[in-house]
């Protein structure tokens, strides 16, 4: 009977680690738009790409980066990386196709 309870409880607790383990569709979006990154850029992100916020935005002209004027007026992601400059430029924010997830820019920094 002991022995039945222990591998009861051992087997709950290896579903809750396992459960635990998979990973969201925003952390996979967040892991996908760093793998896009430029190492320098990286560099001012010491918290890495789980940090990072993830917003949808309708893209206006002349608030980003973002060179293919066909996605002014579109729906995309806004994916902000907190950064250990932002008290001198602001975080770390990409643009990127809903679609494709593709970064397609960047916000301006100051």
């Known amino acids: ?18 459960s635990s383990c998979k990973s969201t569709p925003e952390d996979e979006l ?3 738009v760093w793998d896009q990154l430029s190492e320098h850029t990286k560099e001012e992100l010491s918290d890495g790409w789980k940090n990072a916020t993830i917003t949808t935005e309708t893209l206006k002209a002349g608030i980003s980066s973002v060179k293919d004027s066909s996605y002014i007026g579109k729906e995309v992601y806004r994916v902000s990386f907190p950064s250990d400059r932002s008290y001198v430029l602001g975080n770390v924010t990409a643009f990127v196709d809903m679609d494709t997830k593709k970064v397609i820019g960047f916000d301006l920094r100051d």
């Open 1 to 18: 009977m002991r022995g039945r309870i222990l591998s009861f409880m051992f087997l709950v607790l290896v579903c809750f680690l396992l």
């Open 30 to 32: 967040r892991k996908t």
